[in-house]
């Protein structure tokens, strides 16, 4: 988590001005949730809550520019169809091919010595057909995306690791109660409205940590990681 150690308000300059706008009209309210020990580190605390806030609009854009799993499928079949298309015109020598290539910017020497290329683009062909084989991007669940970590489970897992620092033990689900209320705030300062639909993310963060599931090294706001994983939950036995 961000240290604050600046020594005037300069330090709010970094992160968005409506974020910076709404922590600073929230920051009461949430420095007494959090209790006496969050009252003697209230920027630590800010700057928690904006990282939190912040991390969750970047997963958030991720996440909603990520391709169903019927799309992906499509986009792979499309670069093994074209990537072996393309190997194939150039391992078959084709004189004039080769020679428009050459009089259009393509450095001769790479053109006569292909290997290299060639190599890319088969490993490219010969990847694509294999997730295409190997995964599970279609049938009744085609239209699902493949993410670990959606948005609003990632926010309430980065609100649980700062709840816990000020009031450690304390987190629960109850409705209303002030883990809830605290990781609306985080929602409120994210996205300048609040949200009813938290419920459920907060629930399935706390189950993970209840059954000790969540590795220490784990981070749901990697971008890449969480797609990868998923994609190798869906492997066919």
Same mark, same amino acid.
């Not at 699902?144 to 816990?164: G, S």
């Given at each position: 988590m961000i240290q604050m150690s600046h020594p005037n308000e300069r330090w709010?300059?970094?992160?968005?001005?409506?974020?910076?706008?709404?922590?600073?009209?929230l920051d009461k309210n949430i420095i007494e949730l959090l209790g006496p020990k969050a009252k003697k580190g209230s920027r630590t605390v800010m700057g928690d809550v904006l990282l939190a806030a912040t991390q969750y609009l970047e997963l958030s854009k991720h996440y909603d520019e990520a391709p169903t799993r019927n799309k992906l499928r499509k986009k792979l079949e499309l670069l093994r169809d074209n990537a072996g298309t393309v190997a194939g015109m150039l391992?078959? %020598?084709?004189?004039? #091919?080769?020679?428009?290539?050459?009089?259009?910017?393509?450095?001769q020497d790479e053109i006569e010595a292909r290997s290299q290329t060639l190599n890319v683009l088969w490993n490219l062909c010969v990847s694509a057909h294999a997730a295409i084989f190997n995964l599970e991007l279609d049938g009744p669940a085609s239209g699902?995306?493949?993410?670990?970590?959606?948005?609003?489970?990632?926010?309430?897992?980065?609100?649980?690791?700062?709840?816990?620092r000020y009031r450690p033990g304390e987190a629960s689900s109850t409705a209303g109660g002030n883990f809830q209320e605290f990781v609306g705030y985080v929602y409120e300062v994210a996205r300048g409205? %609040?949200?009813?639909? #938290?419920?459920?993310?907060?629930?399935?963060?706390l189950a993970l940590v209840r059954e000790q599931n969540l590795?220490?090294?784990?981070?749901?706001?990697?971008l890449a990681g969480p797609f990868l994983r998923d994609l190798e939950k869906l492997r066919r036995p």
């Open positions: 709010l300059d970094a992160w968005p001005p409506d974020l910076v706008q709404r922590v600073q009209l391992e078959s %020598g084709e004189p004039h #091919l080769l020679a428009a290539l050459t009089m259009h910017g393509a450095p699902q995306k493949a993410a670990t970590w959606p948005p609003k489970r990632a926010l309430a897992y980065h609100c649980y690791e700062i709840f816990n409205q %609040g949200d009813a639909d #938290l419920e459920t993310p907060i629930k399935q963060v590795p220490a090294s784990e981070n749901p706001f990697d």
